[in-house]
Every structure is written in structure tokens, then in C-alpha cells.
């Protein structure tokens, strides 16, 4: 939108043109990125149709059961994200090298979470539904596209900024900073909870127990190592360590999500599974992994990523 034109005693001024909505700001964002809005477009209808055929089974009481596992799940990400968070009141920091290790464990835990309490599970139940191998392997396939798509898309038109980038989406300039650390946070934090609600929807402790324990155990060095990134991002202390534990809240509320997406008709389970772990492995692969390596610490992150994937092998063993 050019400025606005004006003349007064021969003298041209420049008026500073009106602040862009919202709205306009996303649709010139849809405009410059239509097939990341085409896909986010797809993901969402997807999503509103398996979370719209299942409500009914929640609202209902069918599920009570299921849904009290999914939210005390939901629960303990939040719980173990405000844990992780507290010792920001009194730290400024800790060495890189331990940072980068540390999120290094959580994408391995969150890696492996995907694969032994989602993947496999969602084959397993695919192939018994389907009663074919490779169809089972489809659907989950298909599960994993959408989660791809969901994240993709989101992580293109949400205004958020990270600990180390530039702020980013479609009208970010109208959010505080603090506002677009939420943000950022939120899209971090959202497929972990809904994770836990898909693994706890057919009530299979094999499934939803290890896989709530590791995201638990995952969310204490993340909730350590985003409130202190808010910290030298300027934020108070006070305000950082509240920020990034209130991040948590998201984990019941993806929780919650993740029943209603793959608690109806069968097909839903194993679709569910495939996208909760697409959008895990999406996060680890585009934000987690890359910030892990930006310090030149690849080999403590790489270190750290193997003994949290090793880790969570076990917990799914033993829980399991």
C-alpha cells in the first residue's frame, strides 16, 4: 500500500500509509505462498472432518474414559514443562554445549516416541482394520501427509519469532514479542499434546503410557531451554518462566484434539497415529535439529539425539 500524497505551502508531505489488517496481511501471504495454503487448506478440512465425525462419541460420555487417560497425559507435558521452566527464575543461562545436548535427548525421545508409539502402532492397527499390509501402510502414509501439511502450513501464515531468528508470518508486526515467542511455542508444543490424545483414544496403555512419559520427560529440558531462551531474548525473568510454563497448557488442549481426531469410525485410529507422528517428526527435522547444530555442538546434540532415541526404546519396552 504506497503513502498517502499531500501538499501544504508548496511542500509535498509523505503520510505514513494505515497499518494492514490482519486478515489483508494473510491473504497477501496466501497470495505469495498458495501452495502452502493450499496445503494448510487440506490438512484443516481433513482434520475438521475426522474431529467432526468423533466429538459426538466425547460429548456423549462414550469416550469419558478414554478422555480422563488423554487429559491426565495432557497434564503431565504441561506439569513437566513449568518444571523445566522454573529454574530460569535464578539462571541467566547455561553453556550452549549443555543447551544443545539437551534439546538433542528431546528430539531423540520425541523421534522415537514417533516411531515405536505411533508408526508401529498405526500399522499394526491399519493392517488388522484394512485387513491388508499395505493398505494399513497407506492410510498411515496418508495419516503422516496431513500431519506434514498441518505443521507445514501453520509454521507458514503463524506470526512467531524463535530464540535466534527473525520474527516471521503474516502480520507479526501487529504482536509483541513476547506474544510471537507464544506463538512460536504453541507450535511446538500442539502435536505433542495431540500425540498423547491419539495414543490414549482406544484406551491401549501399551500405546498412550510410554508415549505420555517420554513427551513428559522431554518437556523438562524444553521448558528449561525456552524460558531461557526468552530470557536473553530481554523478557524478566519472572515473565519468561511463566511464559514457557504456560506454553504447557497446550499439551491437554492437543490432548484433547488428538481423541477427537481419531476416536470415531476405525480408520480414523491408524490415520490419526500416521499424522500425530508426521507432525512430531516435522518439528524435530525443521526446528528442533537445526538448533540443536547452529552452535557448531553437532556432535554432543548428535550424542544427545541417540541416547534419548536409546531411552525411549526402553520406556516402550518396559511401559509397553
Known sequence: MSPRLAYTDGMEIVRPAPMQTWFDAFREHARAHSLAALGLGVAALAVLGLLGQSLWQIFSGEAAAVLRYAMLGGAAGFAATALGAAPALFLRGIPQRVEDTLLGLAAGMMLAASAFSLLLPGLEAGAGILGSKPFGAGVVVLGMGLGVLLMLGLDEFTPHEHGKSGPCGPGYERCGR?????????????????????????????????????????????????????????????????????????????????????????????????????????????????????????TPATLGLMAGFALMMVLDTALG
Open 178 to 298: 513476547v506474544w510471537l515467542f507464544v506463538f512460536a511455542i504453541a507450535l511446538h508444543n500442539l502435536p505433542e499434546g495431540m500425540a498423547i490424545g491419539v495414543g490414549f483414544s482406544h484406551a491401549d496403555m501399551s500405546v498412550g503410557l510410554p508415549l505420555a512419559a517420554a513427551i513428559a520427560l522431554q518437556d523438562i529440558p524444553e521448558g528449561l531451554a525456552v524460558a531461557l531462551a526468552l530470557r536473553s531474548a530481554g523478557i524478566a525473568p519472572p515473565t519468561a518462566v511463566l511464559v514457557a510454563g504456560a506454553s504447557g497448557v497446550l499439551e491437554p488442549v492437543g490432548a484433547l484434539l488428538g481423541v477427537g481426531l481419531s476416536s470415531g469410525i476405525a480408520v480414523a485410529y491408524p490415520v490419526g497415529l500416521g499424522l500425530a507422528a508426521g507432525a512430531m517428526i516435522f518439528v524435530v527435522s525443521h526446528e528442533v535439529i537445526p538448533e540443536t547444530h547452529r552452535n557448531g555442538h553437532q
